[in-house]
């Protein structure tokens, strides 16, 4: 089967820097992207990653394994904004978006 | 630009009566749209794809004479919820993708919050 992991929720403090991780098992790969999604609102994309390798814009990084299966978010100087969870989805070999539970990241002063 | 608009943004309705929500694609042309449903805090479910001038895929478990979905045009898909029960409440999102397999991301909608009472 199908299948994406990430922790269930993250503490972090602001100005840090936290690393949320997501592991995949699907059917193909034509890349993962990574969302974030406030509570009551609709997900925002982030990042896409389609070769392994690291992507930086901004604060955030996304970077990506394919023979791990393996990709992680890193969030830097965190703000208290940057509280919401963080949703993991790779598309399949269909173009389907295969999503993870999302990790909620709870960010403290 | 790539912007998916949703309305109504929040429905109440009594049970039993049926609500339709749109998915609007306004600046670009989406030859496939998604309907999701999200209970709190929970992931996203997908509960079907649509494209274009065919019938809905829908997820297995999703019933499709419950949830009708028509995507009549390149810029506009509807989600009936017919005979409407409380356990439908929920928060409904669409996502919209551009034709062409360059761009593969998905663009959101806001979401409509269903209250069935």
């Known amino acids: 089967g199908q299948n994406i992991d990430q922790p269930t929720e993250m503490t972090a403090t602001e100005g840090a820097i936290v690393q949320i991780n997501c592991t995949y098992q699907?059917?193909?790969?034509?890349?993962l992207f990574w969302y974030q999604q406030h509570a009551g609102e609709a997900p925002t994309f982030l990042s896409y990653?389609?070769l392994d390798g690291l992507e930086e814009k901004g604060r955030f990084s996304s970077f990506l394994s394919r023979s791990k299966g393996y990709s992680y978010l890193l969030l830097k100087e965190l703000q208290m904004k940057d509280s919401a969870s963080y949703l993991c989805a790779v598309m399949d070999s269909n173009y389907q978006l295969i999503w993870g539970a999302g990790t909620k990241l709870i960010i403290k002063p | 630009g790539a912007v998916v608009s949703q309305h109504p943004s929040w429905v109440i309705c009594k049970s039993g009566t049926s609500v339709k929500i749109e998915c609007r694609s306004l600046?670009?042309?989406?030859?496939?749209m998604f309907w999701y449903r999200q209970f709190p805090k929970q992931s996203l479910m997908l509960m079907a794809t649509s494209n274009e001038g065919s019938k809905a895929t829908y997820e297995q478990g999703v019933e499709k004479d419950k949830f009708l979905i028509n995507h009549a045009s390149l810029t506009l898909s509807t989600l009936t919820v017919t005979s409407a029960h409380p356990e439908d409440s929920s928060f409904y999102i669409c996502?919209?993708?551009?034709?062409?397999?360059?761009?593969?991301?998905?663009?959101f909608g806001p979401g409509t919050r269903l209250t069935v009472t």
């Open positions: 699907t059917s193909g790969f034509n890349g």
């Open positions: 990653n389609v």
């Open positions: 996502s919209a993708t551009p034709g062409d397999r360059d761009s593969y991301e998905q663009y």
């Open positions: 600046d670009f042309q989406a030859t496939t």
